[in-house]
């Protein structure tokens, strides 16, 4: 009569808290296709004569080292220059800059094949080491690194055998982030190879990335849902500024454009993100935009796994590249097939109606911090307890916590079943993670999901008997309370100090055992509705 009442309390306030915070996406219209006009991926323009290609001229190195100013802080980062020259090529050459995707790349471990590839086709190009200074993953400065870029191309175009009207750039993934900043202030940059363009702010292109690869991975709908909520948090409210950043602007798209993805990419809306540049460079007034699609090849043109090194870039891609940068850069008319290659696939829709939600990010940040420091407090108690529980039993003092009725017993069983579910959870995430991971530089989706979809539905159940346990206790301190006159009216002042003092204990008869027990049973309530907060608690 009183544990079901309480069971059914506890249950509908995690079910009710993990429904309030679930996050609707519609990822119609599915398996979207873009078709190409021919499989045959040669660039060729209206002329006869012979253009520069791959191996024409000899390369000569040369570096310099300039100090980049973050435009917003002053910080300044020593930045290499590495200019790859063609030997022997005359002057009026064209120019390109290559710009970093993800991670901390330098002038030297970056785009070195097809950056000398570049130049030995007639090109002056320039790779840098990537302008971060003491920016994260999270906190990259886009407009800042744009001016960085464009001092570099300042330089390149400064340069004698230059012509200062053909100098282009080079971005690939992230980088095309930072593509529509750099368009925006300088608008004599010439042309643009954009190499897996992201074309959608970090909110929504990341939440398409994640929501194909978890489904990619075999991982359970719950660990799909989780990205979702991550994804509709507040971030401006922690001093993280890009997540909306504007990138669909037509000023991007301006000038003549490059476009080349691979089929084994899962990071990119392909169909989606196209369709977007189309429309975006024709609202500017720019028609010359081409796709190349290559079968096999992953998010950075590579043919297997990135995680290996020396993976070649796919068949003809260099080649293909080469030969619409020479004959752009040359204002000539291209009388090759716009589109090429195999067809763009989508999976899924990318979740553009994904929005910061200040209530929710609140509501979450709340319970994690109290979930975190919580667990830190009945940690330290949890060690002081078992120090004392040790020496009392080498000293043969009795009892140091003086749990009453079981009640010690039931806490450790469901401090242990928490907890163990806490590490599932977070070890089904990891392993989802990994295997995104793994998708994103090339490798073939798992066999077996193994722990990323049994863990799921394992936590939700043993949470239903862990909430159905907590109700037991309840009812047993409602049980003792009454015993002890505690719930009779009026309250009687000496059952309430008989209590307090230990005399009539409920859970404990010492204070360290009353500390320890509530302060660990509200740490795994806690954990319970951190739990409903990822969606846990939907059935």
């Given at each position: ?7 059914i309390?506890l249950?509908g ?11 609707q996406?519609d ?7 873009f ?5 045959d991926?040669?660039?060729t323009f ?5 253009l ?5 001229y000899?390369?000569r190195?040369s570096r310099?080292?300039m ?8 910080e300044?980062?020593?930045i ?5 020259e063609p030997v022997?090529?005359g ?5 390109m800059v ?9 002038c030297d471990?970056s785009f070195?094949?097809?950056a000398?590839?570049?130049s030995?086709?007639?090109?002056v190009t320039?790779?840098?080491d990537?302008?971060?200074?003491s920016?994260t993953?999270?906190t ?9 870029y464009d001092?570099?191309i ?7 055998q230059v012509d ?14 930072i593509t ?10 010439a ?5 897996s363009?992201?074309v ?7 939440a398409y990335l994640?929501?194909?690869n978890f489904?990619?991975?075999g ?14 948090l ?8 890009n997540?909306?950043?504007?990138t669909?602007?037509p ?5 003549p ?7 084994k990419?899962?990071m990119?809306?392909?169909?989606q ?7 975006l460079a024709?609202e500017?007034?720019?028609w010359n935009v081409t796709l ?13 796994d990135?995680?290996?090194?020396g993976?070649?870039?796919?068949d003809d891609y260099?080649r ?7 004959g752009?850069s040359?204002?000539l008319?291209q009388?090759?097939e716009p589109l090429a290659?195999?067809p ?12 910061a939600?200040p209530a929710?990010?609140i509501y ?5 911090v109290?979930?975190?420091v919580?667990l830190?407090v009945a940690?330290v108690?949890?060690?002081?307890a078992l ?9 043969h ?11 010690g017993?039931?806490l450790?069983m ?10 599932l959870?977070?070890?089904g ?5 990994m ?13 077996d ?9 394992v936590i939700?159940?043993?949470?239903v008997?862990v909430?159905?346990?907590w109700?037991?206790v309840f009812?047993g301190?409602?049980?003792v309370?009454?015993m ?11 059952a ?7 005399k009539?204990p ?6 360290l ?11 795994m ?12 608690f939907?059935?």
């Open positions: 009569m009183i544990s079901l009442p309480i069971f309390i249950l306030i995690l079910v009710i808290a993990s429904t309030n915070t679930r996050i996406v990822n119609d219209p599915r398996g979207q296709i078709g190409t006009l021919t499989s991926t040669a660039v209206d002329t006869d004569d012979p520069p290609q791959e191996g024409t000899k390369v190195e310099y080292v100090d980049a100013v973050q435009p917003s802080t002053g300044v980062q020593h290499n220059v590495l200019v790859r022997g090529a002057t009026g050459l064209p120019g290559f710009m970093h995707g993800a991670g901390y790349g330098t471990n070195g094949d097809v000398a590839s570049m030995s086709a007639g090109f320039a790779v840098l990537k302008p971060v200074w920016t993953d999270l990259r400065d886009y407009p800042g690194s744009a001016a960085i001092q570099v300042d330089h390149i175009r400064s340069m004698e200062a009207t053909k100098v282009g750039v080079y971005a690939t993934s992230e980088s095309t982030w529509p900043f750099l368009l925006e202030t300088d608008h004599d940059v042309f643009q190879v954009l190499l363009p992201m959608f702010n970090p909110r929504h292109a990341l994640a929501g194909q489904a990619l991975a991982a359970n709908e719950g660990y799909q849902a989780i990205v979702r909520r991550a994804l509709s507040d971030l401006d409210m922690f001093g993280l500024h997540v909306d950043i504007r669909r602007v000023v991007a798209y301006s000038i454009t490059y476009v080349a993805y691979g089929s990419d899962v990119t809306a392909q169909v993100g196209f369709k977007e540049i189309l429309a024709h500017a007034g720019n190349r699609s290559y079968p096999v090849a992953n998010h950075v043109l590579r043919l297997g990135e995680a290996e090194a993976t070649p870039f796919a260099v293909d590249t080469l030969a619409w940068a020479v752009t040359r204002g008319t009388t090759s290659g195999t763009l696939y989508q999976s899924i829709a990318v979740p553009l109606d994904l929005h939600r929710l990010t979450g940040t709340i319970v994690i109290l979930l975190v919580t830190l940690l108690i949890a060690i002081i120090v004392r529980h040790v020496r009392y039993r080498i000293m003092q009795g009892h140091a916590l003086g749990f009453q009725y079981r009640f017993r039931s450790m469901l401090s242990v079943i928490t907890l163990a579910c806490l590490a959870f977070l070890g995430l990891g392993e989802v993670v295997a995104v991971v793994y998708l994103a530089w090339g490798s073939a989706p798992p066999e999901a193994g722990m990323m979809y049994w863990s799921w539905p939700q159940v043993v949470c008997f909430v159905w346990e109700a037991r009812t301190m409602i049980e309370a009454s002890r006159g505690l719930l009779g009216w009026p309250l009687k002042r000496d309430i100090r008989a209590i307090v003092s230990g009539e409920v859970v404990a008869s010492t204070r055992g009353r500390v320890l027990f509530w302060s660990t049973t509200v740490a309530l806690l954990v319970l509705l951190s739990f409903s907060f990822w969606g846990l939907l059935f």
